[in-house]
């Protein structure tokens, strides 16, 4: 295999941004360009590509960004630069799944098992389900429409280090998920990882664009894992919301306690709730996960203008099944497709256009911080009451 | 990965032709040969492979011919020995699809979309759909025949540049493309590409084999597709014919102009018609694409006892959907293979049979070669009206 | 791609049989390590792993065990270490399948021709069935369960190759098979491959753990398969059994002839046998392949309490659609999951449980070798006579 020398401090004209920036590409299909193993090294950070192999992980890749007092995260560009993991202050966000391997879309069939093949891949902390669709799977006219999109199982065409040269010294990693088909769909997402060395927090910010000349559907859920050790017995959930329903007749028996976890639980499987978020007036608003004891937690900062609702799962089964949970800032629900269409909430992108989503992820590591995520959320739920339906909106 | 030196100058027992060849084995499976980047340069011509990386064009392959005062060349061993595009005299041959990399066959599943699959790897000038099926997409006893058939998604297993050593110094690119499956079929496609170096044509000669015991159907369709600059307002599509009908409904509206062709058109889409194509007394035939100012053009030969029907793609819908028109001389129409197969065109090829395709891809730059091809045209055409029928001969 | 260094004589705490081994990991997921092309050699035997390219075998793995007065034994990590041929004392184990290359998983669409897609591949030895599911494909709540399952496509998570350091010296191929799909299954089946150099026989030792916390049903049919020499016109299938039925109505004609083989018959297709083994007080049975003259063989010895029901195979069809017999020792038949789920057949693997699957392949090559196998038989049969069943047990 080829292997192409780094391309040291080149200037690409992508943004204004990186003009201040050194800038590695690691991947460009335009230009064939595909680095394959690199590292590069700053006064309090590592950022390293590794290409894994054996098994069904041949071949892909991790991006991995070291900053010994802040954060270490990592990323995979061959799974649609999705999040696998993040640690810091001795606190991992992510979780742990039977698929232990990071798998090589090549040996992914979406629509196996009726659609859910995207089950034999998932085991990332935040994967981005979308774009041309999302949802639980579902078949229209013949077409499966396989769990949660085909983004996360998209390697990226375009992937790009930059690391700002002055302060604060931000490190953006972003990479270009292509959704284009001919005839159906040409949706591409660059995707954007910003972190600023030494920081606890984390920001992405994706611009979805519309490169066909006609309108499309689109629909996200950024499905953000957590599990221990801030998911435990008596952990919480907190977000400011003005409705909670539960997705299924399973879930309406954990409508009591939607917002605590039990400790692994056998039998449990996995209830999810239908959240409408509150914002400040600016649209921004926060939900967080917190330990028992207050003093660990994961918080996600985004706006309700970008991504109007909010899916809790709570898979609180056993640890060798996965006990985690996502919090799950999105566009839809995650019902099919259909159903997210006659509810109104699949979204339109006209050609030619950009949608961009925000999000920042903190890793919370001791009471005060945890208690400012509370305060925050506090003002924004003000003296809204949370109405608390029985039924679900949707059956599928 | 494993590197082997590339073999110069063997002679490998395939054809007689091959005696008095350099012959250079790019892939070979059975001898576990896979020379990945190669090239090799003679007085007058290049010869290149390269291989691709990153997204989903990761590990494919494209060999590119190119003779300085002639046409530059490109395909694709990895998918189905497909012709990319060609170049010469200022003149491109291929269209720009939206989708832009060159999709190894691994990250495509032919069934996906309910057999539309191969839509998300479409952008080659020439694709041979084909040979166990081709065609719209079709469900029979549940098996999805998938639209155009399995052979450009894939690999080639044995590929082999031939450069003769006495004038006129052809050069010759085999590919073995395998349509193997244990019970069901066993179809073998020595595809070629011959080209001598300077001039402005290449021909295609492909053998299709049945290596089973048992006869076999077989279909097959060579989707040729150009863009600008031939096409155009006002471009002509132009062919000895007999007969045309639309491919459908929406086809009617646009028989009456069924030779011009429209600018990039928003809200278009395409349309298809049905030709019987009239030749002279040995079969052969040409059909050709010429731009408004008849100074540009692209001619194909071919003959009718190979391929005894041709398709006529008008896709001029905007220039980021993929402006396009495809002449698709075949041995079927579009529809499925369930209607193919009512309507007799489903061929039939016995245990040990061969049978060639072979077609003539001539470049046009310039006012006299266009008038040549439509003089040799109408020659054919003769005194034979076009009988147009208004109504599709099958219903999808 | 990255080489990592062999990691000569390092102790792995997978078992105590390690302990005084020679041990090369040549795959390890969990730790980034995939060897590649590597090579080792005894004072009679040699062990190569290489690496295939080209055409549909893109990186399919082979290691060959090599024994010059033995047999040379071949497996693929990258199909599910399926064994692909032995041989030995002129005598060859194994079969000729128009599927000539050995396909890289990432190249096969499980699901396609209504679930056929396995066929795409099948050119094995020995082909390990299951373990999730096994058996002719059926669609159940719009799941294709495809054809004899995934564990066959399914690239080695861990490959190790072990060489006992004290008489006999043993050489032990491990290789972990994954059938890892969140909230589905979790069955991770460590396969092992011994063989003692000299020695005309090889052991495979399966264990089959539910990595889950849930029980599991699974399925598992070792489809051995061979050929000439021989398999041929009045070869010979013995085994000690209870019961023979035809699989379906068109095996009902050959009922009478079961036991007996046909040389290459055009229009043959396949017959299949259900099979009722007889054992000895331990479960030990054996059932063996042997030529018209009785001295060539194959046998295998299996125990009917981990794989109680035997399938005998017979596709007499022309050499090129592939001449074999398969001889099949499982838990199932060949007929679709739900079928052997009414009728008892598929086992329940209970939380964090192992079972484990043990069978021993002879290569026979006199009569004397021939001729104690036969004795064997008898031995186990006893009086007891063999039940024809006319009238298949199922319908799919």
């Known amino acids: 295999m080829k292997k192409y020398s780094v391309i ?10 990186s003009i201040h920036a050194k800038t590695y590409v690691l991947t460009d299909t335009q230009n064939n360009i595909e680095v394959g193993s690199w590292k590069t090294e700053g006064q309090n950070y590592t950022i390293e590509q590794q290409v894994l192999h054996g098994g069904k992980q041949e071949g892909s890749k991790v991006i991995t960004i070291t900053s010994p007092n802040g954060l270490t995260i990592a990323l995979s560009p061959t799974r649609g630069m999705g999040l696998l993991h993040a640690e810091g202050n001795g606190v991992h966000l992510g979780w742990k799944s039977p698929v232990t391997e990071l798998v090589n879309p090549a040996y992914i069939n979406l629509d196996s098992r009726n659609g859910l093949g ?16 999302t949802g639980h799977p579902t078949t229209i006219d013949g077409q499966i429409y396989s769990l949660h999109g085909k983004a996360q199982n998209t390697p990226a065409s375009y992937v790009v280090v930059e690391i700002d040269e002055k302060p ?15 005839k159906k769909t040409d ?14 927090s984390f920001k992405l910010h994706d611009v979805l664009t519309n490169h066909a000349d006609y309108g499309h559907d689109y629909q996200i859920i950024y499905h953000s894992n957590f599990s221990q050790p801030i998911l435990e017995e008596g952990a919480k959930f907190l977000a400011p919301v003005s409705e909670v329903s539960p997705f299924n007749d399973y879930a309406k028996k954990g409508l009591k306690d939607w917002t605590t976890y039990l400790g692994s639980t056998k039998d449990f499987d996995e209830m999810v709730f239908n959240l409408k978020p509150l914002s400040d007036q600016n649209g921004n608003t926060i939900a967080a996960l917190v330990n028992k004891d207050n003093n660990k937690g994961v918080a996600i900062e985004f706006n309700t203008k970008q991504l109007p609702v909010l899916t809790l799962w709570k898979n609180t089964d056993t640890l060798k099944q996965g006990y985690v949970t996502g919090i799950e800032p999105g566009t839809s629900y995650a019902y099919p497709v259909n159903i997210e269409r006659a509810q109104k909430r699949v979204k339109q992108i006209e050609a030619g256009q950009s949608v961009s989503f925000d999000l920042t992820y903190s ?32 059956k599928e």
Chains 1, 2, 3 share one sequence.
């Open 187 to 200: 949706l591409r997402t660059m995707t954007q990882l910003t972190y600023i060395p030494g920081e606890t």
């Open 363 to 394: 890793l919370l590591s001791d009471r005060s911080q945890v208690q400012k995520v509370e305060n925050t959320i506090k003002q924004i739920q003000g003296s809204t009451t949370v109405k608390q339906v029985e039924t679900p909106i949707a």
């Open 8 to 17: 040291i401090g080149a200037i690409i004209g992508i943004s204004a941004m």
């Open 168 to 182: 604060p010294f931000a490190i953006h990693v972003k990479g270009l998920i292509k959704e284009s088909t001919f």
């Open 118 to 133: 995207w089950l034999d891949g998932f085991n990332e902390m935040v994967v981005r389900c979308g774009y041309e669709w």
